[in-house]
């Protein structure tokens, strides 16, 4: 019998994908608008050049959009069963802390590794370092997602 410690929430990802994609097209069309209004409505003594502005929003929006299409990408990757699941003893726990903690352990000779900073959030980094959740020993259940040389824990379910 498992219990589930941690499963990925990726609720809103499609959302948030297409609200920064309207975003960012609305930006573009209203762009002519926008630009009259700051050339002869503001009233700053001192202002920024309009497009060096525009193209700060505007990229933050693109930036924004291609984030959450990863996340979508990783979603539907899911929804379709391209996916592993692993299920065994922890072993070879190596903890390392820097700036931000690094741990690795593997499960049935499939190695995980992650960060606190460096993962996603969507996915399982074990941010609560006071969890007694990944121990040596502890038999555990792990769905995840191969991404290149990555191994990205979407549910993670321990034996009680």
């Known amino acids: ?8 929430d990726f609720m809103g990802t499609k959302i948030g994908f297409y609200l920064t994609l309207v975003c960012s ?14 050339e002869n409505k503001l009233q700053f003594e001192k202002k920024v050049n309009f497009w060096f502005g525009f193209l700060f929003v505007f990229g933050f929006f693109v930036m924004q959009s291609l984030s959450f299409y990863g996340l979508v990408l990783k ?13 065994g003893a922890i072993e070879d726990i190596q903890i390392v802390e820097r700036n931000s903690r690094e741990e690795a352990f593997t499960v049935d000779g499939v190695r ?15 941010r609560k370092h006071d969890s007694d959740t990944i121990q040596e020993g502890r038999v555990v259940k792990i769905a995840y997602l191969r991404e290149g040389n990555e191994n ?3 549910e993670l379910s321990v034996r009680k």
């Open 25 to 38: 097209v609305l930006l573009i069309l209203c762009c002519p608008k926008i630009k009259y209004w700051y």
């Open 1 to 8: 019998m498992y219990e589930l410690y941690f499963q990925s």
């Open 75 to 87: 979603s539907n990757g899911i929804d379709s069963g391209n996916y592993s699941t692993v299920e």
């Open 152 to 154: 990205l824990i979407f």
């Open 112 to 126: 995980f590794k992650y960060n606190d900073y460096g993962t996603e959030n969507t996915f399982f980094a074990n």
